[in-house]
């Protein structure tokens, strides 16, 4: 589910959020904006953060979610953030609690 999107002429970025076969929770970001480029000699930046299954039902909780509208939920909390959606959701998980695991791809 796509969480954020923003698209202008200085940037070109989405967060998204989905969930995997072992029922791990996904929040991936990607940046494609010019900066990044400039910054990282690279036209993309991306991003995974995984709350693994055990931890998720904390995540419904801390949200007042079910499994069935969790992703609206994780929506609802981000989306207004804009490009600092990714940011809002680490220090979410951070003051819940709630334990993560973050990755960059370049």
């Known amino acids: 589910m ?3 999107e923003v698209r202008s002429d200085r940037t070109n970025y989405m967060l998204s959020a989905s969930r ?3 029922g791990d929770l996904l929040v991936s970001g990607s940046d494609m904006s010019p900066w990044v480029t400039e ?3 690279t036209d993309e930046y991306e991003y995974f953060y995984v709350v ?3 931890d998720v039902v904390a995540v419904c909780a801390a949200l007042g ?3 069935d509208d969790l992703l ?3 929506r609802a909390l981000l989306a207004p953030h804009g490009t600092a959606a990714s940011t809002q959701w680490k220090a979410w998980l951070t003051a819940q609690n709630i334990p993560f695991e973050f990755s960059v791809w370049r």
Do not use: H, Q, W, Y
């Open 39 to 41: 910054r990282f000699s």
């Open 20 to 22: 995997n076969r072992e």
């Open 65 to 67: 979610a079910t499994e």
């Open 2 to 4: 796509k969480i954020v």
């Open 52 to 54: 693994k299954a055990p």
């Open 72 to 74: 609206d939920r994780l």
